[in-house]
């Protein structure tokens, strides 16, 4: 009878239904947090990025297994090594019924690189000298030195000429999906489009519902209101979500890493010591397994998963270590001043999000930490907040993750000089010079091996220094009702997989929005 019950709102055919209710068949997401922007040119943030490829088409798109695969490009080649030449599809149509052509493509990516526009993408196209129009349906790219990653900084929505930056208005896309609906902080509705250039999508609406209160999604989903969470069930509750009638849990490996980053402009965590201390003092491996219940591998990298090409595990290790952890602390000049007693060091304020398993975590590692001696003061905030604070420097201590990490030229992303925000994400203010010879070279070397060199000793610098505290690799974690078929895990948590899901046997799930 409760699997009835469960079942029943997904058999509803709504033609034309009461206002404020979504006609046809549909799946219903839940996110976990807000969404500052949709607009491909800026959207840096998990959740508008994993939305972006129903939205917006792009010259390259990532499979599920994080691979290059052609999108908008019909075909491209590598005319030299700084010349790239793209042909795209004919009739490909953005959804207000505009041609896409290759003039629009060499608008979006100019929009990103001039600095007049504040694109946090604008430090992936340093290496463009210009981008050239040849006919209405090809395109050249041509660097001013040799950057073997390119390719993978050509996954951006395009967008038609001329569109201007609307926080809450972004410009239209051409994807399999177009946006009918955005209320920042509530949802998001997208509509299938039937010009689609690879098919019409088998579903005819997305509804993602903003549920930032855990205990809300949970409920939603055991009641019917949500169809698919992912990543955004906390471990402790997903054993609650395999007893839901007509649910399905699946969980795969994931490359997601969970970090601890530092304001290296800061006078006490700007200490190398103190970070190593740090790493030292927190269990990640007992966190993973009563926090996390087992969802997770501990990082013994930097950034990189096992899984990825240029992944290097002979770094150094912060194993936990109070003792060391101890030491590290009075070598950087903050000895205990009471011995063992209650005393502190110092204290630390950490930042992170509202969400209920961030700050149980956090909570953990302030306990880890007093037994070192340091005070941590835990701050968590709206997700819109929290992100704004980091990407201006305002922290001392943080925790985020990376993820669906692919390509390892990231590290010049997060970790070049030149990478400060708005051009990347060095948000911690990191400066080597070291660091950044190496990250050019990575960038114009295409021997493979060679690559894999540099990255190998930019990541044992990296570690040593403890620009970051790696704790760990999260699994990847879906809870979707059993009628929706078809569904992929994708490696950077994308929904790109909703565009060819179908409902079995032809059921109807319906959403009735506020």
Known sequence: MSRFILILPLLLLLACGPSGTLPGKGIRVGLDGSISTLDPRFAVGARASRIGPLIYSSLFQLDEKGRLTPDLARTWFQLDEVTYLFRLHKGVCFHDGREVTAEDVQATFS??????????KRGSYESVRRIEVIDRYSVRFILKEIYVSFPYALTVGIVPKGSPFRRKSPPVGSGPFRLQVWRPGEEVVLVANPNYFEGRPRLDWVHFRILANTTTRLLEMKKGGIDLLQN???AYAVKFMRRIPGVRVIKERGITYQYLGYN??????????VRQAISHAIDSDAIITHTLKGLAVEADGVVLSPLNWAYEGDVSRYDYDPKRAKEFLDAAGFPDPDGDGPCMRFSLSFKTSTDMESREIAQVIKGYLKRVGVGLEVRSFEWGTFFDDIKKGNFQVYSLRWIGVVDPDIFYYLFHSSSFPPNGANRGRYRNPEVDRLLEESRRSADKGRRKRLYSRIQKILAENAVYTSLWYRDNLVVIREVFKGFQIYAGGEYTSLKDIYIEGGEVASS???
């Open 264 to 273: 290296m402009t800061d006078p006490i965590v700007g200490h190398k010591e």
């Open 512 to 514: 009735s929005r506020p």
């Open 111 to 120: 929009f990103i690189m001039d600095p007049r526009n504040g694109s946090p």
């Open 232 to 234: 955004c069930v906390p």
